[in-house]
């Protein structure tokens, strides 16, 4: 059986019990225990089940867009909003910068700036500020993720690290005044949670649909936020909650410009 066609049985299998031991998949699909356990960790990287002592349980939070999706998705806002992000990077500073649609956008709006120290775990973005010879860019090393093209796991997070940068500008799944800013997938969230404790000033990129939500995985608390950068007006509700719960400062994007309407 291959490995595509194991995982279908395991998600399947779930569906229908709920809760299964790693001894009963091995059972079921007449593999080890071994195999099993390795592919539980691979759906779990991929959110489809949680992994819990001794087998796993199928996921109940709704599954995220795939990062196909969230390009499209609010794709004028996340570019006003990576316009404002980009003020807040002055010559001479580092900063890191985190993989997302979002801070895809970022990138593209630090095409044409120099003398900035960039810190990536972002394939796309390496790959996409590297032609500017103006611009120091880092890819920090580990292990490729297959839904992202970006890097993840205790190597990334080591080199992480190593430094203390000005600026970790990240873009989660959601922000809640109670809850914190969040991410889906456990990995993603390690990688974003190192680059905020090792900068000195913390910005949180998130266009109104991600305001009020809550995810799988804490990256931080709501106090910790520096700076949110968002294209919600400064008299959205969501927006007040925040800054009750502790965000220092709201930086609004300018509204995105219409689309041209069609003759």
Known sequence: MWAHERHSRIVALLNERQRLTTETFSAELGVSKETIRRDLIELELSGKLSRVHGGAIPQSVPVEPSYGEREVLHRLEKHAIARAAATLIEAGMSCFIDAGSTTQALAQALLARQDIQIITNSVRIASDLAGNARLDVVLLGGRIAQELPA??????????????????????????ARAGAMDYLWHEAAVA??????????????????????????????????????????GDKSVRQLQAGGVKDVLHAEPPAAAPARP
């Open 151 to 176: 890097t993840y796991g205790d190597q990334t997070v080591a080199e992480i690290g190593r430094y203390h940068l000005d600026l970790a500008i990240v873009s989660p799944v959601g922000i809640d």
């Open 193 to 234: 949670r190192a680059m905020l404790e090792h900068a000195r000033r913390r910005v949180v990129l998130a266009d109104r649909s991600k305001l009020g939500r809550t995810s799988r995985m804490q990256i931080c608390a709501t106090s910790a936020v520096d700076v949110l950068v968002t294209d919600a007006p400064g």
